[in-house]
C-alpha cells in the first residue's frame, strides 16, 4: 500500500497513532495548529535543527533502511544537544515524502524516530507532512533545557586545557564505505554509521562542571576542532598517536588500504563529542565516564588546529563534509 492510497490525512493519523507523548511537560501535543509545552524554571531553552535528504544523506536499502533514517534524523539532533549540555526534551518532525513511497516504509521511518525518542524521554509533539516529486526530505527540530548560564559553547576553550574525545573516532565514516562497497561483516562499523548514540550523559556532566566546551563530532574532527579553536581564539595541539580507534576500523583500513586518519579527520557521523576541560576537572568527568581519551592540548595561539604525527607538526584545515 502506497502513501496515495492513504492519502495525506490518512497517513497523518497512522503516524500520529504511532508516537506516544510522555504527558509531563506537553500541554497541547500534535493535533491543533501548534503544540504547547511547559519548560523547566531556572533553565534555558536550547533549539536545533538538522536537515536530511535521499540520496545526499542516505541511499535507501544500500546504506540504511527507512527505520535506520528515522533513527539517525532525530540521534543527529540530539547530538547537538548533547555538545550544548542540554536534556533534549521535545522534537518537531517535518517530511517531505514521495506518494509513491510504501506505507510501511514510513511507519518505519517513524518507528526509528520514536525508538530513539523513547531511549531519552523526547516527545515528538508536531510537525508536517508535504509531498515531494521524488527524494524524500526529513527536518527535524529538537528543543532542550540546561542550567541558565551553563550551555556548552564553542568559545570556552582556554589555554592549559586537555582536549578529549568519547569512546572511538572514525567508526562511522568507515562503516558507510563498508556499506557503499557491499563488504560483508564489520556490523560495528555499519551500526555506527547508521544507529550513532549521542552523548547526553557526557554533556549533562560536563555543563555540571561549568568549564571548558564541547562540540559534537559530525562533519569529521578536523572541522570541529577548528570550529573550536576559531571560537576561542586558541590554538588546539592534536597528538595523532593519542587519538582513540576501534580494532574494526584498523582492520578495515588494512584490508582496503586506506589510512586511519582520513576517518578520523575527514569521516564525520561519529557524534561523539569532542571537549575541552581544565585537567583536574577531566579527571573528575573521566572518573565518572571511563570512556573519555585526551587527545591534546589547548594553547595560545591565533585560532588553529595543529597535528602532531611521527614528531611533526603541521596545520589541519578545517576540512571534512561540507553541503557545497
Keep these: 500500500m502506497k502513501i496515495s492510497d492513504v492519502g495525506e490525512f490518512g497517513i497523518i493519523r497512522m503516524i500520529q497513532e504511532r508516537l506516544s507523548v510522555s504527558p509531563e511537560n506537553v500541554v497541547v501535543g500534535i493535533g491543533d495548529d501548534g503544540a504547547v509545552y511547559r519548560t523547566t524554571p531556572g533553565r534555558e531553552q536550547v533549539a536545533v535543527i538538522d536537515t536530511m535528504v535521499e ?3 542516505f541511499i535507501i536499502h544500500r546504506t540504511a533502511t527507512w527505520h535506520a533514517v528515522g533513527y ?4 543527529a539532533n540530539l547530538s547537538d544537544l ?3 549540555g542540554a536534556v533534549p526534551t521535545q522534537a518537531v518532525v517535518s517530511t517531505a515524502l514521495a506518494p509513491t513511497m510504501e506505507v510501511s516504509e514510513v511507519l518505519a521511518m517513524y518507528d526509528g524516530m520514536q525508538d530513539v525518542c523513547r531511549t531519552y524521554g523526547v516527545n515528538i509533539i508536531g510537525g508536517d507532512t508535504v509531498m515531494a516529486k521524488e527524494s524524500a526530505v526529513i527536518t527535524v527540530t529538537a528543543l532542550g533545557e ?8 564553542r568559545s570556552g576553550a582556554k589555554a592549559g586545557d586537555i582536549v578529549a574525545v568519547s569512546h572511538t573516532l572514525g567508526d562511522a565514516g568507515a562503516g558507510l564505505d563498508v556499506l557503499l562497497s557491499g563488504t560483508a561483516g564489520y556490523e560495528s562499523l555499519v551500526r555506527a554509521h547508521q544507529y550513532p548514540v549521542p552523548q547526553i550523559q557526557l554533556g549533562r556532566i560536563l555543563a555540571a562542571h561549568h568549564g571548558g566546551c564541547a562540540n559534537d563530532i559530525s562533519d569529521g574532527i578536523a572541522g570541529e576542532a577548528n570550529e573550536i579553536a576559531k571560537a576561542s581564539h586558541a590554538d588546539l595541539v592534536l597528538y595523532a598517536e593519542s587519538i582513540p580507534v576501534s580494532a574494526a576500523l584498523r582492520q578495515w583500513c588494512a584490508q582496503e588500504k586506506k589510512d586511519v586518519f582520513h576517518y578520523v579527520l575527514q569521516g564525520g557521523e561519529d557524534y561523539e563529542l569532542i571537549f575541552t576541560l581544565p585537567p583536574e576537572t577531566f579527571s573528575a568527568v573521566r572518573r565518572q565516564i571511563p570512556n573519555l581519551t585526551p587527545i591534546g592540548r589547548v594553547c595560545a595561539g591565533t585560532g588553529r588546529v595543529r597535528w602532531v604525527q611521527d614528531g611533526k607538526e603541521s596545520i589541519v584545515p578545517p576540512h571534512g563534509w ?3
Excluded: D, Y
Design 55 to 57: 540520496g545526499e544523506h
Design 72 to 75: 539517525k534524523a532525530v540521534a
Design 82 to 84: 548533547a555538545a550544548m
Design 146 to 153: 540546561v542550567e541558565a548560564g551553563r550551555a556548552l559553547l
Design 322 to 324: 561540507t553541503h557545497f
